[in-house]
Nanobody
Framework: EVQLVETGGGLVQPGGSLRLSCAASGFTFSISPMTWVRQAPGKGLEWVSGISSGGWDPYYTYYADSVKGRFTISRDNAKNTLYLQMNSLKPEDTAMYYC?????????????????WGQGTQVTVSS
């Protein structure tokens, strides 16, 4: 059974930082590109960032314009874990953050593309 478990969310002040983690199991993590997607209150899903699968050095990483330069995606294949380091957080970053993967081992900027999802972790940026 595929499982993706996100942790690390919380309440942070504007300008602060958080590091999200996503523990993966039930599939071969090292060969799977991975993605972060978020959903703000009352809004649709928004693709945030993606990272290529193992075998590349360095990994290829991709970011939405809204987070470029502030967020960093990374992975540890030995630990089957995906990360999202979020710096200089803004109130508009408030959302539920999900890690996601595709059983076809592909990356897409379309959130609906993915068929493996975690339960999400809430990030709230507020003073």
């Amino acid at each position: 059974e595929v499982q993706l478990v996100e942790t690390g969310g919380g309440l942070v002040q504007p300008g602060g930082s958080l590091r999200l983690s996503c523990a993966a199991s039930g599939f071969t993590f090292s060969i799977s590109p991975m993605t972060w997607v978020r959903q703000a209150p009352g809004k649709g899903l928004e693709w945030v960032s993606g990272i290529s699968s193992g075998g590349w050095d360095p990994y290829y990483t991709y970011y939405a314009d809204s987070v470029k330069g502030r967020f960093t995606i990374s992975r540890d294949n030995a630990k089957n874990t995906l990360y999202l380091q979020m710096n200089s957080l803004k109130p508009e970053d408030t959302a539920m953050y999900y890690c996601a993967a595709d059983s076809r081992l592909s990356l897409s900027l379309e959130p609906d593309w993915y068929n493996y999802w975690g339960q999400g972790t809430q990030v709230t940026v507020s003073s």
